[in-house]
């Protein structure tokens, strides 16, 4: 049994800066295309903590998508560069930091696994605490000390991701997801058919601009949760029918987007809170943006995105959220540190919340 | 005149009169963010389906609320207008006869599959309690009519998320006095089958363990 360093109170007083002591964290982020570390420290929490964090994107073939084995290779070359210039960048050393955190998943095994070794052999050689984060709640802790939301509905929607949660009674309660496809994965496999290298993402928003001829695609909410496979099917048989792209881009947005939105409004005026967080990869999105905007606005809630440069995977979320589980005395022993591909976000216990 | 009583996810719900009755105004308003083709089929596919279903439930053995008038070109539908409490007050306060009363939410469940009406929303929010004691169904907007145990067993599964995120608490015991009473009109067979599936569908979905 580990003793928790510090309690509930002494995180939040830490956190406003006003604990007399600076915390340190080292992240490796490797869940999927993105190996990325990160130094995040404690001693206040405006943007200014994330002391460094740098990471290099594994790019398939046009057309193609990840492929674990060679996205793992990316992360086995460029690992040994991506720590070093993260310390760099962070002016320490490995010796300085408190604790050393990483992604313990969801993701793909294969990539996982680099940045597992990589954390346990440096949190052995260097006696450190070992500290396994979970990657979906990596996005919203971070989102969250970056935008300063405080009790959010969040929807958080990425390549990995497409869920919206609230935080009750110690976990991340899942009030609707996907059924099938993540929203990421709708744009990026759409992106990979008519030719394009994933991420997709920007690409398609840009081509989105182009139009708004509004093509009907289908629209499937089922209570709280949203289905995008048969958007996929339609759009990519429309695509080779001739119909035009750009056309076809607004329309996946459009259509996809409003069924966030509705089921965003859904757990909105269901749980009565007066905060939406857009967190994830496709947070980045402007068009999103707006429309959970009109959503919020509809019923008196802020709309908080997170900052670009941080919404897609990085070190960061891992270092951050490691910061916070370790002053709260998460650790694992190296024997025990497996990676699990299939961590859900309801299954962590958030040990550093009230 | 009337007066805005709750401004839900969907519509925006008005009390009022008909003809000298308390009556409910329900209007599903237009959706800026969405775009205009879109946002009128859905606002008029669902006015028709809410008033619809909520007929075709009440012939199922469910009761729901009176329709009195629907105008689809407005998304419009003026209803009775029932004096209650949501289950989902009522499990938050901790009523006594909450199992009584998830008991009945799951025959009132079954009865409506057995007349093969998918509810397709079924939250804690959509159930009014009368007296304590009686039960009344709405928001039909996302009903539709199927006999496929997987339409049944989504329903299902969209109850038992509502639970397990917003009555964590409760949520493993309400579920399954939700299913009990499913069994008790349904059969356990029927059940059995529904479970299966629902497990399929869980499996389905994002990281979910493969066992």
Known sequence: MIERLYNIDQISLLLQGKLNKEVTCFGIESTAHTFSCSVVSSSDVTHGNILSDFGSVFSPPPGSGIHPREASRHHIEVAPKVVKRSLVQARMNMKEVDAIAFSAGPGLGPCLRVGATIARSLSLYHDKPLIPVNHATGHIELAMMLTGAKEPIVLLVSGGHTLITAFSLGRWRIFGETLDLTVGQLIDQFGREIGFSSPSGQRIEELAKKSSKYIPLPYTVKGNDVSFSGILTSAKKLFHEGKDLESLCFSIQEIAFAMLAEVTERALAFTEKREVLLAGGVAANRRLQEMLGEVGMRHGANLFVVPKEYSGDCGAQIAWTGLLAHLAGVSVDAEKSFVRQSWRLDQVDVKWRD | MERLMRRGAEADIYLGEWFGKEAILKIRKPKPYRQKELDMEIRKRRT?????????????????????????????????????????????????????????????????????????????????????????????????FSQRLEDMAVDLHLMKEVLTSAHSEVADRAFSLILKGYESIAGANRVKDLTRKMGEIERRGRYARVE
């Open chain 2, 48 to 144: 028709l389906h809410e008033a619809s279903f909520l007929v075709e439930a009440r012939k199922a053995g469910v009761l729901t609320p009176l329709v009195y008038f629907i105008d689809p070109k407005n998304a419009e539908i003026v209803m009775q207008y029932i004096k209650g409490m949501r289950l989902r007050e009522m499990i938050f306060d901790q009523r006594a006869n909450v199992d009584e009363l998830c008991s009945e939410v799951g025959r009132s469940i079954a009865k409506l599959h057995g007349s093969s009406i998918i509810h397709g929303d079924l939250t804690t929010s959509n159930f009014l309690v009368v007296d304590n004691s009686t039960l009344i169904f709405i928001d039909f907007g996302l009903a539709f």
